[in-house]
Structure formats: structure tokens, C-alpha cells
T-cell receptor, first 112, second 110 residues
């Protein structure tokens, strides 16, 4: 079945550092891929998405490219801020049942 | 504001008690789902529904029941609460393109 694997955290960075959070997936067919963000004490918000191979999703300085050849959707940001501290979830959607499958989440802590 | 509304936000239950977590959406989405979030395990799908009158099991359905009598509502019932059901529960709805999540219910079973 479909699955998502993302790097374990926590990831601790200094402000203005470069961020990469790895995400790989296993799926049949051509799924859509998402990154969600959860700030402390809140629900999940969609950060960005890509619906087909080679698409690049971007939002708030974050980017991720749908790489079918490596089945990856790594999240990147060139310069993180303290306000980016949150848990980031990679997710996959595909198939007739509309199931959204999540990775285990990666906690990002940005220090000033 | 349009979206997914979950109630209650917090709940403490004793082992063996039953309760219903409410979820309502006003976006006319056909698809709704319930997830639980546990440390180190991400979000796991409990039950989902592709339309009124249709429900199916997700990854971790045991101990939970759902029904979908209307498009708007998708309640989650705990039949006999157990400490292992201590978690944060999220309801989500989808139009097949994007998902909208509720703000969650933090449940503690003692």
C-alpha cells in the first residue's frame, strides 16, 4: 500500500540557516504530495503541494519538488526564522478512496 | 468562517466511559475522515467516509465507530474508552483536491 517516510527529528537550526527535511514515498500510480505544518497547540495547515512529477510547490519561502525518479518530495527553505518552529508532515494522496497518508512528522526548532 | 468544526476541544474520560467527538463541515465536501495523532507516529487514519451513508475503516479502527447520516456531520464514537485512546483527534474534510482540518480534540482517558 501507499506509505510516506520522512526524516526523524528533532531538527535544530539557528536562524537564517538552510533547511532540508527529507520525504520519500511508496505508491502505486501517480499520487499528489503535500507538506503540512502544525504550529504548537494548533491543527494542521497546508503548506504546499504538488500534483504531478517535476511540479514544484512553494509557499512562505518553502519549496518542494515532486521527483518521481527518486520518489521524493524534500522540503527546503533557504533561511529559516524562529517563527518557522513547528512540526512538518509530509503526506500523500492518491487512489479512488481519497485517503491522505501521513509521515510521522518532523519537529523543527529554530533558535535565535 | 467556513471550515471544519470539532467539539469538544478537550475531554477527560474514565476508562470504560463512552463519548462522541463531533465534527461538522460547511463546505459541502463529500469526503470526511478522522485521524489520531500520537507522538512519533504522525497522523493515523481511523475511519473515513466518501459520502453520506458510506463509511469505511482506516488503519486503526478498533474501539471506534462512525456514521454519516448527513453530508455535514461525521461523529466519532468511543464505545468503551481505554487509556490507549489518549490522543489528539483531528477531523478533516476534502473536495477531492484539498483537505481542511479541524483544530483537534485532546482526549485523555484515565
Amino acid at each position: 500500500g501507499n506509505s510516506v517516510t520522512q526524516m526523524e527529528g528533532p531538527v535544530t537550526l539557528s536562524e537564517e540557516a538552510f533547511l532540508t527535511i527529507n520525504c520519500t514515498y511508496t505508491a502505486t500510480g501517480y499520487p499528489s504530495l503535500f507538506w503540512y505544518v502544525q504550529y504548537p497547540g494548533e491543527g494542521l495547515q497546508l503548506l504546499l503541494k504538488a500534483t504531478k512529477a517535476d511540479d514544484k510547490g512553494s509557499n512562505k519561502g518553502f519549496e518542494a519538488t515532486y521527483r518521481k525518479e527518486t520518489t521524493s518530495f524534500h522540503l527546503e527553505k533557504g533561511s529559516v526564522q524562529v517563527s518557522d518552529s513547528a512540526v512538518y508532515f509530509c503526506a500523500l494522496y492518491g487512489g479512488a478512496t481519497n485517503k491522505l497518508i501521513f509521515g510521522t512528522g518532523t519537529l523543527l526548532a529554530v533558535q535565535p | 468562517n467556513a471550515g471544519v468544526t470539532q467539539t469538544p476541544k478537550f475531554q477527560v474520560l474514565k476508562t470504560g466511559q463512552s463519548m462522541t467527538l463531533q465534527c461538522a463541515q460547511d463546505m459541502n465536501h463529500e469526503y470526511m475522515s478522522w485521524y489520531r495523532q500520537d507522538p512519533g507516529m504522525g497522523l493515523r487514519l481511523i475511519h473515513y467516509s466518501v459520502g453520506a451513508g458510506i463509511t469505511d475503516q482506516g488503519e486503526v479502527p478498533n474501539g471506534y465507530n462512525v456514521s454519516r447520516s448527513t453530508t455535514e456531520d461525521f461523529p466519532l464514537r468511543l464505545l468503551s474508552a481505554a487509556p490507549s485512546q489518549t490522543s489528539v483527534y483531528f477531523c478533516a474534510s476534502s473536495d477531492g483536491v484539498g483537505y481542511t482540518f479541524g483544530s483537534g480534540t485532546r482526549l485523555t482517558v484515565v
